[in-house]
């Protein structure tokens, strides 16, 4: 039978230093104030005592499991996650987890957190396939929840590194993209946020369906690695690369190959890099035209796109189909017209660029105001 007054001054006498600690512990349980002693609990199983001396598992089994009833679903999984971690064995682990999960699982967004919880174990193990079936039915769960949970942040940094470690660049990228915006970035480190940087740019580049770096080059992580003064970490040569691409640049990505193909991970990939960035040029070359003229020969595309005129009618295909630009192709006179192009962050040079679109426009609407003063009388007399 468990005794929670007698394991707290056992724990008194074998641990002066925490005496305090335990005191307020005892006189929130004696006084049955569920809600302080739940939010105590949360903070005092973070202490740096159980780093040193372990006794979490203890504190569940002694003290919490009498009144764990008294404590709500979501906060009974989320001290029972934290506990957990001390036991180093997976299978008890796993085990520890599933016997509190059962007791929660009337509760979705509890349920849902266990099952993240599970999930990063097995990850741990390599085990893709229950790995994928835990993320689906937390996925179920929440699904049936409205908006946005809490737990939807474990959700996605579960399915982020699961997506990274099967090398799924696209899901990867579209994963973690979800976790970092419903966390709070400001709670990751340095080092955390010039990691996330690095790999969603790295998949962004390998990843075959992804041609819009909006939401990454615009991201709060990117400024740490495009800010990054660690000299060790040269991440210039890859920011430099992600605008290359951003802007179809074939130039400065030939320029950059000597750094870009040091690393095997891209040099492998080299021919899809190449495929890639032609379909960004003919973005590029498309959205420098004017919107009411965005007529483009087959020798233009060639030219720009570094590709034979036997193949235009390809690339244009291709990027039609992917919904990179929406047009048509003249194949009786070589022509591409072009009615829209997927917009994208603009560096620099694009804004430019738009600048002299958007000059060239107001000269137009200049001229036809001018045009319209000067027969203005004759059309009011007609």
């Known amino acids: 039978m468990i005794d929670p007054r007698a394991y707290v001054n056992e724990q008194k006498k074998k641990y002066p230093s925490l005496h305090k600690e335990w005191e307020i512990l005892e006189e929130f349980y004696e006084k049955k104030l569920w809600h302080q002693l739940t939010l105590k609990l949360e903070d005092f199983i973070r202490n740096e005592h159980f780093v040193s001396n372990g006794g979490l598992v203890d504190l569940y089994e002694k003290f919490i499991f009498e009144f764990e009833n008294r404590i709500s679903s979501l906060v009974l999984i989320k001290l029972a996650i934290e506990i957990s971690v001390e036991i180093k064995d997976t299978e008890e682990r796993i085990k520890f987890l599933q016997k509190i999960k059962d007791k929660v699982s009337l509760n979705k967004e509890a349920d849902a957190l266990a ?16 790995t994928k079936e835990l993320l689906d039915k937390a996925e179920e769960m929440l699904d049936k929840l409205n908006g946005i949970s809490p737990v939807h942040c474990e959700l996605y940094r579960l399915s982020s590194e699961y ?60 400024d740490s690695m495009r800010n990054s003064s660690d000299q060790a970490k040269d991440y210039g040569w890859l920011v430099e690369l992600l605008y290359a691409f951003n802007g179809g640049d074939l130039k400065k990505m030939e320029k950059l190959k000597p750094r870009w193909s040091k690393m095997s991970l891209l040099k492998e990939k080299s021919t899809l890099l190449e495929k890639k960035i032609k379909l960004l040029c003919l973005m590029e070359m498309t959205y420098k035209k004017p919107a009411n003229n965005r007529q483009l020969t087959f020798e233009e595309i060639s030219k720009g796109a570094e590709v034979p005129i036997k193949d235009v009618e390809n690339l244009v295909m291709k990027a039609l189909s992917l919904n990179l630009v ?15 192009v997927q917009p994208r962050v603009l560096d620099l040079k694009q804004i ?31």
């Open 115 to 130: 099952y993240t919880a599970l999930g990063h174990i097995y990850l741990t193990r390599k085990d893709y396939s229950k």
């Open 163 to 222: 997506y990274y470690e099967i090398k799924d660049y696209v899901l990867y990228y579209k994963e973690t993209l979800k976790f970092l915006g419903v966390m709070d970035i400001d709670k990751l480190s340095k080092e955390e946020m010039e990691r996330y940087a690095y790999n969603l740019s790295i998949a962004s580049l390998l990843g075959e369906d992804i041609y819009n770096f909006n939401e990454l080059l615009s991201h709060p992580v990117f």
């Open 326 to 340: 929406k047009g048509y192709i003249d194949e009786i006179d070589k022509k591409v017209y072009m009615k829209w």
């Open 352 to 382: 430019a660029t738009m600048n002299q679109i958007l000059g060239k426009w107001s000269d137009d609407i200049k001229s036809v105001e001018d045009t319209f003063h000067e027969n203005a009388k004759e059309l009011i007399h007609f």
